[in-house]
């Protein structure tokens, strides 16, 4: 009878797997990170006595929400030592994830990048409890700390996260348009067209992580950022000639992306955030070659919150 149990075990944490890697991948922004949290919290349910598991899911959520506090806090240090803008690792999503408002915005670069602003305690109670709806007495066991302390990092980072993003109405059919237009205006050298679509003070940032040669500041304003996309279709990069370059229009992080491609290779991603007005107000470009694995390796997550 023992080996039926055991199949039950696996069963229940499948069940729960993507939510797992949803929490984990939100408080850490890389997929290594995230995947490695989520094998470390199969290792603790198979050890642990389940009998006394009320309801496994949160069990298991608080289990890789502690495990990923405790992975970001040891990579810190790596992420202040980056050469450039440290951008977090990009995700192919799927259409599930994009329709899904909350948890479209909550995975977005930008999003992340803001989250990347708080401290390791502040970014994972932000993401328990206005992502994924967690009480702050759950947040409190699974983070290790006071009900009122984790009270008390919620209220600082929703503070800090809504001085820093906005909340503009998603029309999704607009922002893919304007993603269309965009990489037709970049492979086709129209800085005109490029200069419409971005908002006049849109930043660029650029993450080669020293591995490739990217701009080691933000690129800011639209006449810059146009020339820099609209130079695409026109210079090697990478060692890639533009005729043997292939660009696709794809979901990253649940929103309108695009992946650049050479003949052996994936070699960029490019993702947008809009303004209010529907313009292109922040790109994020992401070449550091060890942060697109999990797009060259084409596997489409739903990180819906819901």
Partial sequence: MAEPFAEDDQQVFNRHRNLLFSVAYRVLGTVADAEDAVQDAWIKWSAADRSQVADPKAYLARIVSNLALQRLRSTQYQRETYVGPWLPEPILTSGDTADDITGAESVSTAMLVVLETLSPLERAVFVLKEVFAFSHAEIAEAVERSEVAVRQAAHRAREHVRARRPRFAADRSRQRDATERFLAAATGGDINTLMELLSPDVTLWTDGG????????????????????????????????????SVRLVEINGGPGVVFSGPDRVIATVTFDFDADGRIATIHNIANPDKLHAIADGTTRDLAAS
């Fill in 210 to 245: 020293g591995k490739v040669r990217q701009a080691l500041r933000p690129v800011v304003g639209a006449q810059t950022v146009a020339a820099w996309f609209a130079a695409i279709g026109q210079v090697t990069y990478q060692g890639i000639e533009p005729a043997d370059m």
